[in-house]
């Protein structure tokens, strides 16, 4: 999946403001705006916890085909997102320095059976999850975590891409 293609399945339509066209070889890093949009949403979650919960409850709702992939009990996987989102978000600024965790963490999600049709149900519930836990997002923050969210999972795809010996298309 492009990033077009992912900013289009987020954003439900070809020609929406808030889906930029990035299919280079290099996905663009988000601007500063972006980050700052989405370090400002984010500070205004109350519970971590609470958003994994309602995350995962909307996923499984969009997906039901991805339960399997996903440990019977959800309880350490919720910690392991809502950390790993703490870290990402705060790292932004730098994300030369977590290019290659993000990148191991792509090809780690090959051996869970993740595809890349999941990218954009996974992105589609994070920021469900966002609206609901904050409140609301503003429309300049949804656009912002679909940049973000649509530049790591692309980092990730490409890092899946080029370690799988046979890529699918
Ligand atoms: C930007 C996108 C994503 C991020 C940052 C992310 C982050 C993580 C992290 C930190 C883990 C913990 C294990 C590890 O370190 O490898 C994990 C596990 C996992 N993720 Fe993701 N993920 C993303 C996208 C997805 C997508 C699209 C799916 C598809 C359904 C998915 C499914 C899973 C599964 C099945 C596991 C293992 C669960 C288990 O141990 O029970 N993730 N993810």
Same mark, same amino acid.
């Given at each position: 999946?492009? =990033?077009?293609?992912? $900013?289009?399945?987020? @954003?439900?339509?070809? /020609? &929406?403001? @808030?889906?930029?066209?990035?299919?280079?070889?290099?996905?663009?890093?988000? &601007?500063?705006?972006? #980050?700052?949009?989405?370090?400002?949403?984010? $500070?205004?979650?109350?519970?971590?916890?609470?958003? &994994? $919960?309602?995350? =995962? /409850?909307r996923?499984?709702?969009?997906?039901? /085909?991805?339960?399997?992939?996903?440990?019977?009990?959800?309880?350490?996987?919720?910690?392991?997102?809502?950390?790993?989102?703490?870290? #990402?978000?705060?790292?932004? /600024?730098d994300?030369?320095?977590?290019?290659?965790?993000?990148?191991?963490?792509?090809?780690?999600? #090959?051996?869970? !059976?993740?595809?890349?049709?999941?990218?954009?149900a996974? !992105? $589609?519930?994070?920021?469900?999850?966002?609206?609901?836990? &904050?409140?609301?997002?503003?429309?300049?923050?949804?656009?912002?975590?679909?940049?973000? =969210?649509?530049?790591?999972?692309?980092?990730?795809?490409?890092?899946?891409?080029?370690?799988?010996?046979?890529?699918?298309?």
């Amino acid at each position: 999946m492009t =990033y077009r293609e992912m $900013a289009v399945a987020l @954003c439900g339509g070809a /020609d &929406t403001p @808030c889906a930029p066209a990035q299919d280079g070889n290099e996905p663009a890093l988000p &601007t500063s705006e972006a #980050v700052y949009r989405v370090k400002r949403s984010f $500070a205004r979650v109350a519970q971590a916890e609470a958003l &994994t $919960a309602r995350f =995962y /409850d909307r996923l499984f709702a969009l997906r039901p /085909d991805v339960r399997p992939l996903f440990a019977s009990s959800l309880a350490d996987q919720q910690h392991k997102l809502a950390s790993t989102l703490a870290v #990402v978000v705060g790292g932004l /600024d730098d994300f030369e320095a977590l290019r290659g965790a993000v990148s191991a963490l792509g090809r780690g999600h #090959v051996a869970y !059976g993740v595809s890349e049709a999941h990218y954009a149900a996974v !992105g $589609a519930a994070l920021i469900w999850s966002l609206e609901a836990e &904050t409140g609301s997002l503003l429309p300049e923050e949804r656009e912002a975590w679909i940049e973000v =969210y649509g530049f790591l999972s692309t980092v990730m795809m490409r890092a899946a891409r080029s370690a799988a010996p046979n890529p699918t298309p």
